[in-house]
């Protein structure tokens, strides 16, 4: 008999909590032979799902919680379910439905063929997704593997099992600045996909604004790439050379020609201005990794707990 475990981040998700636990009933039902726990990490919601999932654990001993002090963010609402799940075998699913929990099966029907990693790879996005939205996801994840130096899987988000080595090898990895699509491919093992089409959300609204996303998208970039850095310094060197070579080619029209350059008021102000913002975007890029050290070098906790349910130590 295997243990199964199943990670649940939620932030304000009391519309959608009753119906997940009802599938996910169903779906344990489908595995008699293996012992199942439901992991549910509260990142500070203000609503009443702190509430309903302490109902739920009073009532179920395989649900169980860890509710944070505060909202940390989804990447280390996931770390902390990688933290706390106790399974063989461990699912990471969104609550709020958009990840069919039927889909499970075929995720662990690869893993007993042998797979430590296995992909929910979407084969469709939801039809309410906003058309702009889907092209820029489709842009990033292949800039992504352009500019990453591991290869992370396109048009997969958090939906996967991972083997107890796997996660285990994630846990050692305890940076603040989290991209777990792309830590998964740093662990390694053995890894396959499944496609499945991605549903609508249940109830309520994404909890990821475009300031969270571009958030993330940039960890991504810069937790697995130090490329930027390299295309500064090309950028650096062919604005030298140019700046060389023009004013090699002003200075021999002097000596030999005797002709001199008029100057131009409106293409100086545009050089400039091109130049002053291209520096200040190199020093942006230098910043967000010295931003990245500097935080690193705190070595502040990940997260902080305010209580466990269903928990051997609570």
């Not at 981040?9 to 119906?19: D, G, I, M, Q, T």
């Not at 997940?20 to 032979?33: A, G, V």
């Not at 963010?73 to 069919?100: F, K, R």
């Amino acid at each position: 008999m295997s243990k199964i475990s199943f990670i649940f981040p939620v932030y304000n998700e009391e519309e959608s909590l009753h119906a997940l636990f009802t599938e996910m009933q169903k779906l344990i039902e489908r595995l008699p032979n293996d012992e199942v726990e439901l992991v549910f990490i509260d990142d500070g919601s203000a609503d009443r799902t702190y509430m309903m999932l302490t109902a739920l654990g009073h009532e179920y001993p395989f649900v169980k919680m860890v509710s944070f002090s505060r909202n940390f963010g989804q990447q280390i609402a996931l770390t902390a379910g990688l933290d706390y799940a106790s399974g063989d075998a461990i699912i990471v699913m969104d609550a709020d439905l958009q990840d069919p929990p039927n889909v499970a099966l075929e995720l662990i029907s690869k893993w007993r063929e042998g797979y430590a990693v296995v992909y929910a790879k979407r084969r469709t996005r939801h039809q309410e997704e906003v058309f702009l939205r889907k092209i820029v996801a489709h842009l990033y994840y292949r800039l992504l593997n352009a500019l990453s130096d591991i290869p992370i899987p396109t048009d997969t988000g958090d939906f996967r099992l991972l083997d107890r080595k796997v996660v285990d090898g994630l846990k050692l990895c305890r940076e603040h600045s989290r991209y777990i699509r792309g830590l998964t491919s740093f662990v390694g093992f053995t890894q396959t996909s499944v496609l499945y089409d991605r549903h609508n959300r249940f109830a309520g609204q994404s909890k990821y604004t475009l300031l969270k996303l571009f958030k993330l998208a940039l960890d991504g970039i810069m937790s697995f790439s130090v490329k930027p850095l390299k295309v500064i310094s090309y950028i650096g060197f062919f604005i030298s050379l140019f700046s060389f070579l023009g004013a090699t080619y002003i200075t021999l029209k002097r000596i030999f020609f005797q002709q001199y350059t008029v100057p131009g008021f409106t293409l100086t102000i545009i050089l400039l201005s091109f130049f002053s913002g291209m520096q200040i975007l190199i020093l942006g890029i230098i910043g967000e990794y010295i931003g990245r050290i500097y935080i690193e070098a705190q070595n502040r906790p990940l997260y902080l707990i305010k209580h466990k349910i269903n928990f051997p130590d609570t």
